[in-house]
């Protein structure tokens, strides 16, 4: 389903109300103020279903039901289905992202302006996808990501990481995990690279608006500091965070066949650390990781 959004400011979330008789409506979804969409899944073919909408305000207070509308289920090709779940994946990240930063909004209650970085490089990746499938037109597409990058290219980073959370509005750092997490997070910040590597080899047209994006894209990208999280030379591994504040007093390593591996394949491929000066030695008990991760 598909609706013309609502212009009032005090406008909250939308109540998506069913009925299987066109009689008795239950309500079964909400979606928040911004979304002009909703996608039901009834498990199966041959069904008839009604729909009606209603608009709620801050103060809780719903308007009327909308007209009604009605819809059948039939049996999806592979194709249909594919599509289908594309474009859902797709929708959840391009409905509900930030207004202001136009990035992923972390999932946990209680702040409606809570960036999530890693996440934000998962919707990047949907977004190209969303492009590339038709969803949304080139130039919505390119609209979101500067928005994007221009948001990410003031924000608080530390030695070029970003930290796990963002305020959407101003682009600060917010330690929702306590006061150690006031710094960089180099597994989030590894996520949202390859969205932003991905995204890089896509907006290549002759553009201002696209050679903008490659270029704020390709500064982010040559400014992290993925060496700086070893720590000490002499360790054979990363860091998960460093705080301006307290170090690696978190002292997370990041070892083993795990989500975090990207961030080594993306250590040694960073253009920051293959400008460095650096000694390669044989490789041996203590100097594997030198051999490994500045090559």
Known sequence: MTWTPSNDVGLRDYKIYRSFDGKKYTPIAIQKGSATRYEDFLGESGKTSFYKISAVDVNYDESPLSAEVQAGTRALSDEELLTMVQEACFRYYWDGAHPIAGMAIEILPGDENLVAVGASGH????????????????????????????????????????????????????????????????????????????????????????????????????????????????????????????????????????????????????PLILSRPRCITPVGQDSRSELQYRR
């Open 123 to 270: 919707g990047i990746m949907a977004l190209l996808v969303g492009l590339e499938r038709g969803f949304i037109t080139r130039e919505q597409g390119v609209d979101r990501m500067l928005k994007i990058t221009r948001f990410l290219s003031k924000a608080d980073r530390f030695h070029g990481v970003f930290p796990h959370f963002l305020d959407g509005r101003t682009g600060e750092i917010i330690a929702r995990f306590g006061k150690y997490d006031n710094g960089g997070d180099l597994v989030e910040t590894a996520f949202l690279m390859q969205g932003l590597l991905a995204a890089r080899q896509y907006f290549t047209r002759d553009t201002a608006a696209e050679q903008e994006i490659q270029k704020t894209m390709t500064s982010l990208w040559r400014s992290v500091e993925w060496d700086w999280y070893r720590g000490d030379r002499n360790r054979n591994f990363l860091y998960w965070h460093w705080s301006p504040d307290y170090g690696f007093h978190l002292h997370h390593p990041l070892i083993g066949c795990n989500e975090a591996m990207i961030v080594y394949l993306l250590a040694i491929a960073s």
